[in-house]
């Protein structure tokens, strides 16, 4: 069992930057792919990002790329999303995912394919 928690959601506004940390216990995440997703009110949930587990692949949603990094600390059991340049359209709850794998450089956009998930922390960009 993997137990995640995620934090470092806010309020921000446009053009500014937050960073979300999603700590997990109960097992090392050396042997999973991490991946972060979101759901805005009356939508989906979306694919945000994922990185392997040796960090040498990392995926991005196109609307993301380029503002958003995925990051992984095996030492400290914690994954990172970085997120700059935030947009209105960015506001929801955003959480974070894991899958258990014994492929190096898997990264996983779908959801339903991830077996641990967090309770989310509220992102909110203001115009």
């Known amino acids: 069992q993997v137990q995640l928690v995620e934090s470092g959601g806010g309020l921000v506004q446009a053009g500014g930057s937050l960073r979300l940390s999603c700590a997990a216990s109960?097992?090392?995440?050396?042997?999973?792919?991490m991946g972060w997703f979101r759901q805005a009110p009356g939508k989906e949930r979306e694919f945000v990002a994922a990185?392997?587990?040796?960090?040498?692949?990392?995926d991005y949603e196109d609307s993301v790329k380029g503002r958003f990094t995925i990051s992984r600390d095996n030492a400290k059991n914690t994954v990172y999303l970085q997120m700059d340049s935030l947009k209105p359209e960015d506001t929801a709850v955003y959480y974070c995912?894991?899958?258990?794998?014994?492929?190096?450089?898997?990264?996983?956009?779908?959801?339903?394919?991830?077996?641990?998930w967090g309770q989310g922390t509220q992102v909110t960009v203001s115009s």
């Open positions: 995912a894991a899958k258990t794998t014994v492929l190096p450089g898997l990264v996983e956009r779908r959801a339903s394919n991830y077996d641990y």
């Open positions: 109960g097992r090392t995440i050396s042997g999973v792919v």
């Open positions: 990185i392997s587990r040796t960090v040498s692949a990392t």
